[in-house]
């Protein structure tokens, strides 16, 4: 190694530029609401197999930068569903739609758009070299007229025979420099420059919360809802509001369900509670395309978690009788009401005989019987497992 | 609450890189919940000792740092970069322009909000933002100390997600890290020239104005991560898709890889999650809109490796033309 060597490595460790260019003159309009859509792999990187994946791994970053920035973010969930929506299915379709067509889908003031020019990564035994090219552009979409364009690079070079003196670190580096962190590192310096470099706005933008105006709910005659509903029940909903949102009734967990717009301002659907489902508070929202949101709760609670299954389960002959007895099932947050007992018949047919309330039954004795079956039942109806146990004195 | 105690620790051999975490077994980052995250909190002590004076002499070279600016702003950037790096996950993070705003509206202090009851607070944040989750920040460290021939910058950060129904603390993570550049390290030259520019070189290194936001970016992408993190890690599976439509009503049956959350995307339909029934038994029936037709839709399952997996659904057109 010559002399200057580490001399270079200094200098190179902060290598790296960024260019910008921005409309002189303000945009007309004021400008609020900002999409970004997908990048796209150019040049050497669209050869590349892992350059689609690398883009989308830079429009994350700038799409988490812009949101932090002066403007209001569409979500990019929202963009991916209206783009889908207005048949704009690929990256590169959308990167062919028309100004117009991007606005009619969007409905946003302007996009970011752009391409990842360069991803290279050299790695020359112990020393490595990792550079990311992109350029940005920003696009009003009422005029179709691009106000800013940025470009940027930055490179990560690093190896252990420069970095000073301090071989592991550079032997780690090395090693490291080929996966996506790696990139992520790199990208994300010069998503952070370009991102900068775009104008703000003069004033903030205002945000708009839709309102709900009143909801209503109905569940099917003879449903008591001071009690948790259980699988089955049938539960509408009914919401009026501020027009042109997203309506969304709220199981819990991201269970999410669309309540469609009927009528302006009038969002209406129903749903069927499922096996599992459990919410001890489920609301609407109503949505902007923003994201702001308003949420009413329903006063209503869903429990349709089967109970567990119980435990020691036995039988016993008592004279003409059967003496059937258990225990609760573990899950004492979960605790059931009722235990359904069936009777197992010869031919493998199942017959309900009982509800106990307790822990254990007392049953006539019958020779056809081969053996009994208990599951523990919820409040809101739902039945847990069954535990099994032969009747005394069957033959198996 | 039963909860699941994960405590991970890494110390990696260049630096005090540490992440330690409890989450609860509920929590499932995969689907698609909607997340606030609030103002983070500046708890950080500041310059110590030797430091003190170095530090103010570094405040005002700016050419050599931005020290005092990252400082004063330390919060606001953490909060910024979690947020950012949240769209790395199928949470649906939303615009902190839109939380501070409607916060504001609903008359909730941040600080407050922070300071006092954190469960009463993500109850209250949620009915106002109608959000799944609340997340709370602490930025516990964010420091600079320069002695001339060395330099610490040590950056530490709280985390706490809290389901906005419950209140339930449902992940809890503090993540640290530091980066240090001088001669402490050691040298190895094999030339006095070289001796001297790593003797020189390696000081200066520390005042690199960028050290701040490099760290940021690294911890902020390592407390999602560990965010992320699900054991096993398997990946996303859809064997069988199957669509029937029924008096407006559409069901969908999907199976595959149990619990894997499987969305449902029908055209001009925001998203549905399907229930999983039995292992691997994804359904789900959505109420259609009048008029509403379409001839294909899309089910998308996230796998433990949070890879994705996207499959056609055909829908039965003489059910929806009857």
């Known amino acids: 190694m010559s002399r200057a060597g580490p001399a270079i490595g200094v200098l190179l460790l902060t290598v790296g530029c960024s260019s910008a260019w921005v409309r002189p003159e303000p945009t007309p309009r004021a400008l609020r609401t900002v999409a970004v859509l997908p990048l796209l792999p150019a040049g050497d990187v669209?050869?590349?197999?892992?350059?689609?994946?690398?883009?989308?791994?830079?429009?994350?970053?700038?799409?988490?930068?812009?949101?932090?920035?002066?403007?209001?973010?569409?979500?990019?969930?929202?963009?991916?569903?209206?783009?889908?929506?207005?048949?704009?299915?690929?990256?590169?379709?959308?990167?062919?739609?028309?100004?117009?067509?991007?606005?009619?889908?969007?409905?946003?003031?302007?996009?970011?758009?752009?391409?990842?020019?360069?991803?290279?990564?050299?790695?020359?035994?112990?020393?490595?070299?990792?550079?990311?090219?992109?350029?940005?552009?920003?696009?009003?979409?009422?005029d179709g007229y691009c106000f800013s364009a940025v470009e940027g690079f930055e490179v990560d070079f690093s190896g252990v025979l420069l970095?000073?003196?301090?071989?592991?670190?550079?032997?780690?580096?090395?090693?490291?420099?080929?996966?996506?962190?790696?990139?992520?590192?790199?990208?994300?310096?010069?998503?952070?420059?370009?991102?900068?470099?775009l104008p703000e706005p003069p004033t903030p933008p205002e945000i708009e919360v839709p309102v709900i105006r009143d909801v209503r709910w109905e569940l099917p005659a003879g449903v008591d809802a001071t009690r948790?509903?259980?699988?089955?029940?049938?539960?509408?909903?009914?919401?009026?509001?501020?027009?042109?949102?997203?309506?969304?009734?709220?199981?819990?967990?991201?269970?999410?369900?669309?309540?469609?717009?009927?009528?302006?301002?009038?969002?209406?659907?129903?749903?069927?509670?499922?096996?599992g489902d459990r919410c001890a508070a489920p609301s609407v929202t109503l949505t902007a395309a923003t994201g702001a949101a308003s949420a009413r709760p329903l006063g209503l609670e869903v429990?349709?978690?089967?109970?567990?299954?119980?435990?020691?389960?036995?039988?016993?002959a008592c004279g003409e009788r059967v003496v059937l007895g258990w225990e609760a099932p573990p899950d004492a947050a979960n605790e059931a009401l009722l235990y359904v007992v069936h009777a197992r018949r010869a031919g493998g047919e199942l017959e309900e005989l009982r509800r106990a309330p307790g822990y254990h039954t007392v049953l006539p004795r019958d020779p056809r019987v081969v053996g009994y079956l208990v599951s523990a039942r919820s409040e809101a109806g739902t039945l847990g497992p069954s535990r099994a146990v032969a009747a005394p004195g069957a033959s198996r | 609450m039963r909860r699941a105690l994960l405590l991970v620790l890494i110390v990696s051999g260049l630096g005090c890189r540490s992440v330690?975490?409890?989450?609860?077994?509920?929590?499932?980052?995969?689907?698609?919940?909607?997340?606030?995250?609030?103002?983070?909190?500046?708890?950080?002590?500041?310059?110590?000792?030797?430091?003190?004076?170095?530090?103010?002499?570094?405040?005002?070279?700016?050419?050599?740092?931005?020290?005092?600016?990252?400082?004063?702003?330390?919060?606001?950037?953490?909060?910024?970069?979690?947020?950012?790096?949240?769209?790395?996950?199928?949470?649906?993070?939303?615009?902190?322009?839109?939380?501070d705003h409607q916060l504001a509206a609903a008359g909730l202090d941040p600080a407050q909000l922070h300071a006092g009851d954190r469960a009463a607070s993500a109850r209250a944040v949620a009915r106002a933002l109608g959000v799944d989750l609340v997340v709370f920040g602490t930025v516990l460290e964010w420091d600079r100390d320069y002695v001339l021939v060395a330099s610490w910058l040590s950056t530490a950060l709280d985390l706490e997600l809290r389901d906005g129904r419950s209140g339930e603390l449902v992940y809890r993570g503090e993540v640290s890290d530091v980066k240090t550049a001088g001669l402490h390290k050691g040298l190895v030259a094999t030339e006095p020239a070289e001796f001297a520019v790593i003797l020189v070189g390696e000081p200066l290194?520390?005042?690199?104005?960028?050290?701040?936001?490099?760290?940021?970016?690294?911890?902020?992408?390592?407390?999602?991560?560990?965010?992320?993190?699900?054991?096993?890690?398997?990946?996303?599976?859809?064997?069988?898709?199957?669509?029937?439509?029924?008096?407006g009503r559409l069901t969908a049956l999907v199976l595959g890889a149990p619990g894997a959350p499987t969305r449902l995307e029908l055209p001009g339909l925001e998203p549905v999650l399907l229930r999983e029934t039995a292992p691997g038994t994804c359904c789900a029936t959505v109420e259609l809109p009048p008029g509403w037709f379409a001839e294909s839709g899309?089910?998308?399952?996230?796998?433990?490796?949070?890879?994705?997996?996207?499959?056609?659904?055909?829908?039965?057109?003489?059910?929806?033309?009857r």
């Open chain 1, 303 to 316: 429990d349709a978690r089967p109970p567990r299954a119980v435990r020691a389960l036995h039988a016993a």
């Open chain 2, 205 to 247: 290194r520390g005042l690199r104005n960028t050290l701040f936001e490099d760290l940021s970016n690294e911890i902020t992408r390592l407390a999602v991560d560990d965010l992320l993190r699900t054991s096993g890690a398997a990946g996303p599976e859809i064997t069988h898709v199957a669509a029937r439509v029924d008096g």
């Open chain 2, 298 to 321: 899309h089910v998308l399952q996230v796998g433990e490796d949070h890879r994705e997996l996207r499959a056609a659904l055909s829908i039965p057109q003489e059910s929806l033309l």
């Open chain 2, 20 to 99: 330690s975490s409890e989450r609860s077994p509920q929590l499932d980052v995969r689907a698609p919940l909607r997340v606030a995250v609030l103002p983070f909190v500046d708890a950080a002590e500041g310059d110590r000792l030797l430091a003190v004076p170095l530090g103010a002499l570094m405040d005002v070279v700016p050419l050599l740092s931005d020290d005092a600016q990252d400082k004063a702003h330390c919060a606001r950037i953490l909060r910024h970069k979690v947020h950012a790096n949240l769209h790395r996950t199928q949470l649906e993070p939303l615009s902190p322009l839109v939380i």
């Open chain 1, 163 to 197: 970095e000073l003196g301090q071989p592991f670190e550079g032997l780690v580096d090395a090693v490291d420099s080929h996966d996506d962190e790696s990139f992520v590192r790199v990208a994300e310096w010069v998503v952070d420059d370009l991102v900068r470099a």
């Open chain 1, 228 to 275: 948790p509903l259980g699988p089955g029940h049938a539960l509408t909903v009914s919401l009026r509001g501020d027009p042109g949102h997203v309506a969304r009734l709220d199981l819990g967990g991201g269970r999410r369900l669309q309540l469609p717009e009927v009528e302006p301002g009038h969002y209406r659907g129903a749903c069927t509670v499922m096996v």
């Open chain 1, 46 to 142: 669209a050869d590349d197999d892992l350059g689609a994946h690398r883009a989308e791994m830079l429009t994350t970053i700038v799409t988490g930068r812009m949101a932090a920035g002066p403007y209001l973010l569409m979500p990019p969930h929202t963009v991916e569903h209206r783009l889908r929506a207005a048949g704009l299915e690929t990256p590169r379709a959308v990167r062919e739609a028309s100004p117009e067509a991007l606005h009619g889908a969007l409905g946003v003031d302007f996009v970011v758009r752009g391409d990842l020019t360069e991803d290279l990564h050299v790695q020359v035994g112990v020393v490595h070299w990792r550079s990311v090219e992109c350029r940005l552009e920003a696009i009003d979409l009422r």
